[in-house]
């Protein structure tokens, strides 16, 4: 009687490690796919997350596929779509995904300089104070960058624009700026910082600055993805060696970012935004 009932024990013990090997098998080797912004610098931005690519590849037993997009307003279309299992997201797009679509910070990105936003003007523009914007042409960043569109759309709030240009990038609005066909152009402090110096150095100056610094981006991952199989992805990307964390820039030991004060500001700006594309464009709820 004992040799039966240890018998069934061994084969019940036998039965339950298939069963967890199974499960782990499929939990792994479901493909992944990885989005990032790369404002068009596509192969750049590949090469430098190969060594991630295929670390996470060889730990989870995957396919793992890097699919960079353009700019913002393209990751926001594979993010409606739940396109991505796991996303290199900038500060607002990820308070739109976790707001909005369910995602959820792994790991906060590294922030190498605090950034804000800020809306720029040519030296010689009459234009002194925001509210002088009124009835007035500005570029934009795509919806889904936090300092090229939510922050200057809710500072923005209450008056009525006669038109708005979306730039693909920042330096493409400076450049409607430079060119005349447009008062004002909306993008970060660090933006401008970089790329005041192909334009004249003298042409621009600063009109407004948002008080508020913007917070990092965030390493997210997918509703879609199952909680244990983004706890193995977690604990793997946590043991990654040093040279490819400082590559993929993201910081394994902190807390994910505090994103409610932009997740407002994303909120608010959905309801002033709705007629966007109209001329004139009537900033309010």
């Not at 098998?25 to 931005?45: D, F, P």
């Not at 596929?65 to 607002?92: C, H, Q, Y």
């Not at 400076?174 to 008062?183: A, C, K, N, Y």
């Not at 004060?261 to 309801?271: A, G, H, L």
Request: hydrophobic letters at 40%.
């Amino acid at each position: 009687m004992k040799t039966k009932l240890s018998r069934r024990i061994f084969l019940s013990q036998m039965l339950l490690a298939a069963s967890a090997c199974a499960a782990e098998k499929t939990i792994v080797n479901q493909r992944l796919v990885i989005g990032v912004i790369s404002y068009g610098k596509g192969k750049q931005t590949i090469e430098r997350l190969t060594g991630f690519q295929e670390y996470l590849s060889e730990k989870m037993k995957t396919i793992i596929e890097l699919e960079p997009a353009f700019n913002e307003r393209m990751a926001v279309e594979r993010i409606k779509r739940k396109s991505w299992n796991l996303f290199f997201s900038t500060p607002g797009l990820a308070a739109m995904s976790i707001a909005n679509y369910q995602y959820w910070s792994m790991f906060p990105l590294r922030l190498d300089n605090p950034s804000r936003s800020i809306i720029v003007v040519n030296q010689n523009s009459p234009l002194q104070k925001i509210q002088d914007l009124r009835n007035k042409r500005i570029a934009l960043g795509q919806q889904g960058s936090a300092t090229g569109y939510y922050f200057p759309l809710y500072n923005l709030y209450g008056l009525t624009l006669a038109s708005v240009r979306f730039s693909s990038t920042p330096k493409i609005s400076l450049e409607s700026l430079s060119s005349g066909e447009v008062d004002a152009a909306a993008l970060s402090s660090q933006e401008f910082n970089l790329h005041k110096s192909e334009f004249d150095s003298s042409q621009f100056r600063i009109l407004f600055t948002d008080t508020h610094t913007v917070p990092s981006g965030s390493l997210l991952c997918s509703p879609d993805v199952e909680r244990k199989r983004a706890d193995l992805i977690r604990n793997h990307l946590k043991q990654a060696p040093a040279s490819l964390i400082q590559q993929a820039r993201y910081i394994p030991n902190e807390s994910p970012p505090k994103y409610k004060y932009m997740i407002s500001v994303v909120k608010r700006v959905n309801t002033i935004a709705k007629n966007i594309d109209s001329k004139p464009v009537r900033l309010f709820n």
